[in-house]
């Protein structure tokens, strides 16, 4: 591989596992996949750092989970203002590749700590710019993909109050009803920061071809996620090869302006991800390997980076 390639992660729930197992985000005692050190190694320059409620907290505990993941970005912010910065705005992303400092650009996993529609602006005042509706299961709001109902009224009305605001609507874990309901409503490019392709590997979490063609037909990205349940195919431990295959399916489906990475990395244990991809700095050998494919180095800049920085520069508000 010629080019080394700057990396965009469209979901990495680092938050959640710093405060969960109360870890180190530089030397971590405990076992885990992302640090900064591992970051900067993987060349990683943006992630959609994530708000995840792990089911334990809700209902009693979602909005305090929420807000304390929000408070240890803001840490993160000041403790390392030299190596990692928020990203708000379209002018913030003119960092990207020009420094070796990281953008967070924050990612809410399922909308439940969003109490009420009118409480949608105090996220965003700190710094939220992408939501999911919902987890894998049912909210206020909307369902997951272990739920078959549709959007609420208030979902209608928080799709509508995300609009305003230019907050980008992330399809993944909806159910399909959720999906379609959703899809039509927003007024912005449509992402799925990490999800397959159902065709190849048929689980409920990945997406059906009329559900890839609906994101990339209205200019979206569809992030690649490396948890082996959503990459397997038969009985054979995701490799790298597995990774591929998703990606040119959805390449030759949707066209390779549409596809992305979206890692979940630190979103389930070490063992679940694929054989050579453990860490975060593991992340360069996915586009080595789009290379030795056969990939030209353009369209796998688009997939390490150029597609989900394209929809952002235009769903962000100045």
Same mark, same amino acid.
């Given at each position: 591989?010629? !080019?080394?390639?700057?990396?965009? %992660?469209?979901?990495?729930?680092?938050?959640?596992?710093?405060?969960?197992?109360?870890?180190?985000?530089?030397?971590?005692?405990?076992?885990?996949?992302?640090?900064?050190?591992?970051?900067?190694?993987?060349?990683?320059?943006?992630?959609?750092?994530?708000?995840?409620?792990?089911?334990?907290?809700?209902?009693?505990?979602?909005?305090?989970?929420?807000?304390?993941?929000?408070?240890? =970005?803001?840490?993160?912010?000041?403790?390392?203002?030299?190596?990692? =910065?928020?990203?708000?705005?379209?002018?913030?992303?003119?960092?990207?590749?020009?420094?070796?400092?990281?953008?967070?650009?924050?990612?809410?996993?399922?909308?439940?700590?969003?109490?009420?529609?009118? !409480?949608?602006?105090?996220?965003?005042?700190?710094?939220?710019?992408?939501?999911?509706?919902?987890?894998? %299961?049912?909210?206020?709001?909307?369902?997951?993909?272990?739920?078959?109902?549709?959007?609420?009224?208030?979902?209608?009305?928080?799709?509508?109050?995300?609009?305003?605001?230019?907050?980008?609507?992330?399809?993944?874990?909806?159910?399909?009803?959720?999906?379609?309901?959703?899809?039509?409503?927003?007024?912005?490019?449509?992402?799925?920061?990490?999800?397959?392709?159902?065709?190849?590997?048929?689980?409920?979490?990945?997406?059906?071809?009329?559900?890839?063609?609906?994101?990339?037909?209205?200019?979206?990205?569809?992030?690649?996620?490396?948890?082996?349940?959503?990459?397997?195919?038969?009985?054979?431990?995701?490799?790298?090869?597995?990774?591929?295959?998703?990606?040119?399916?959805?390449?030759?489906?949707?066209?390779?302006?549409?596809?992305?990475?979206?890692?979940?990395?630190?979103?389930?244990?070490?063992?679940?991800?694929?054989?050579?991809?453990?860490?975060?700095?593991?992340?360069?050998?996915?586009?080595?390997?789009?290379?030795?494919?056969?990939?030209?180095?353009?369209?796998?800049?688009?997939?390490?980076?150029?597609?989900?920085?394209?929809?952002?520069?235009?769903?962000?508000?100045?």
């Amino acid at each position: 591989m010629s !080019k080394n390639f700057f990396i965009v %992660d469209a979901h990495e729930d680092i938050a959640f596992h710093l405060n969960y197992l109360k870890r180190d985000f530089v030397n971590p005692s405990v076992p885990c996949m992302i640090t900064l050190p591992w970051l900067k190694e993987g060349n990683v320059r943006l992630v959609f750092n994530t708000i995840f409620i792990h089911p334990k907290h809700k209902p009693e505990k979602t909005v305090q989970s929420a807000l304390d993941q929000l408070s240890k =970005y803001e840490e993160i912010y000041k403790q390392f203002k030299n190596d990692v =910065y928020q990203v708000k705005t379209p002018q913030d992303l003119s960092k990207f590749g020009q420094s070796s400092e990281i953008g967070f650009l924050t990612l809410m996993e399922g909308a439940d700590p969003i109490e009420h529609v009118d !409480k949608l602006e105090e996220f965003y005042n700190r710094g939220v710019r992408i939501i999911g509706l919902a987890w894998n %299961d049912k909210n206020q709001y909307a369902s997951g993909n272990d739920t078959e109902d549709g959007l609420s009224e208030e979902g209608v009305r928080l799709i509508n109050k995300m609009n305003e605001l230019s907050i980008t609507l992330d399809l993944s874990h909806l159910n399909e009803k959720c999906f379609w309901e959703a899809v039509e409503l927003t007024n912005l490019i449509p992402i799925a920061t990490h999800s397959n392709a159902r065709t190849i590997t048929d689980h409920p979490r990945n997406l059906r071809d009329a559900q890839l063609r609906a994101i990339s037909e209205r200019g979206g990205v569809i992030g690649i996620v490396l948890y082996n349940y959503f990459l397997k195919i038969g009985d054979k431990t995701p490799t790298l090869e597995e990774v591929f295959t998703h990606a040119d399916y959805m390449v030759n489906l949707c066209g390779e302006d549409h596809v992305g990475i979206g890692s979940d990395m630190d979103g389930a244990r070490i063992e679940y991800f694929p054989e050579g991809l453990k860490t975060i700095a593991d992340l360069p050998k996915i586009a080595e390997y789009f290379c030795d494919k056969g990939y030209p180095e353009d369209r796998v800049e688009k997939i390490m980076s150029g597609n989900f920085l394209r929809v952002l520069k235009t769903n962000l508000k100045p």
